[in-house]
C-alpha cells in the first residue's frame, strides 16, 4: 500500500498515511478481513489504531479530535448508513463514513469504556485466533464478548448496526439539599462517555467524567457535586467525544439564583 500512496507536503499527512498503512501489515493482511463486505474491519483499525501514535510524531496534529469532528459533523445524516451495510453497497461519504471515521471512533470509545489494558488484551486476543482466517463482524464481536466475559451487545448494536448519532443534552439544572444537581439525557441511540465540567465565579472548576456505560440501561441520568457559591458555566461534553448538537452542552446560569 505505501508503494501506492503519493508523497506528502506535510509532516502530518506523512506519519498519518504511513501509519495508516503499516496498520494495515495486520488488518487485512495477518488476518483475512473482507475489505470488500467488511471495509470497517481494517480501515476502521488502520485509522483508530495509530491515532496516539501520529499524534506524538507530528506535533500540532490530533487526528483523534479531527475525526470525532468529522464524524459528528455527518452523524445522523441522510447519507450516514449503519457500519454493517455491506461495503460494496456504499459509496461516497457513505462509504467513507462507515469504513473509517465511525468505525474509528467506535473503537476509541470502546477503548474508553473497557479500558486501556483490557482492550489491548482482547484486541490482542482477536488477532491471535483470526490469524491467517476469514472473521467476519460476529468474530470480531464475539472474541470480546467472550474474551472479557461481558456482554457488549448494547454498545455493538448502537455504534456498528444502527442508523442514529451521538447527542448529549444538559436537560435540567438545579440546587437541592445543598447539591448541584445537573440532569444528563441521551438524545441519540450512539452511548459516548459524560464529561461535565462545571466553573464557579470565583475560579474553581470541576470535572466530572462517566462511563459510557450509564446509557446501558437509561436515557437520562442525574448528576450530583456538592455546590456552594455561584456558578458561572456548566460545560458538557469534549472534543474526543463525538456529539452532532452543542448546542445543548451548555447551561449559563443566572448568577442570583445558581448562589441559592
Ligand atoms: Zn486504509
Avoid: C
Avoid at 505505501?2 to 498515511?17: C, I, P, R, W
Avoid at 501520529?54 to 496534529?61: D, E, I, V, W
Avoid at 474474551?147 to 439544572?173: Q, R
Avoid at 470565583?202 to 456552594?228: C, F, H, L, Q, Y
Amino acid at each position: 500500500m505505501m508503494v501506492n500512496d503519493g508523497s506528502m507536503d506535510k509532516l502530518s499527512e506523512t506519519v498519518h498515511v504511513t501509519s495508516h498503512e503499516i496498520t494495515h501489515s495486520y488488518f487485512p493482511f495477518y488476518m483475512g478481513t473482507n475489505e470488500r463486505k467488511y471495509a470497517w474491519m481494517d480501515e476502521g483499525w488502520a485509522t483508530m489504531i495509530p491515532f496516539d501514535l501520529q499524534a506524538s510524531l507530528a506535533p500540532g496534529y490530533n487526528p483523534r479530535e479531527a475525526i470525532v469532528k468529522g464524524y459528528s459533523s455527518f452523524a445522523g445524516s441522510e447519507q450516514d448508513m449503519p457500519v454493517m451495510t455491506l461495503s460494496y453497497m456504499m459509496k461516497w461519504n457513505s462509504y467513507r463514513f462507515a469504513s473509517y471515521s465511525k468505525p474509528a471512533v467506535a473503537y476509541d470509545q470502546l477503548r474508553a469504556l473497557i479500558g486501556r489494558k483490557n482492550f489491548d488484551n482482547a484486541l490482542r486476543e482477536f488477532i491471535a485466533r483470526w490469524n491467517g482466517k476469514h472473521p467476519i463482524p460476529y468474530d470480531f464481536f464475539n472474541t470480546f464478548n467472550d474474551y472479557l466475559k461481558t456482554d457488549l451487545n448494547w454498545f455493538w448494536k448502537p455504534w456498528f448496526f444502527e442508523k442514529g448519532y451521538p447527542d448529549l443534552a444538559i436537560k435540567d439544572v438545579k440546587v437541592e439539599d445543598n447539591k448541584l444537581k445537573v440532569l444528563i439525557k441521551n438524545e441519540g441511540n450512539i452511548p459516548v462517555p459524560i464529561e461535565l465540567n462545571i466553573s464557579w465565579q470565583d475560579g474553581r472548576k470541576v470535572n466530572i467524567p462517566r462511563s459510557a456505560a450509564v446509557w446501558k440501561d437509561t436515557d437520562s441520568t442525574w448528576i450530583e457535586t456538592g455546590t456552594s457559591g455561584n456558578i458561572e458555566k456548566i460545560e458538557l461534553g469534549d472534543p474526543a467525544i463525538p456529539d452532532i448538537n452543542k448546542m445543548n452542552n451548555y447551561f449559563e446560569l443566572n448568577r442570583q439564583s445558581a448562589s441559592k
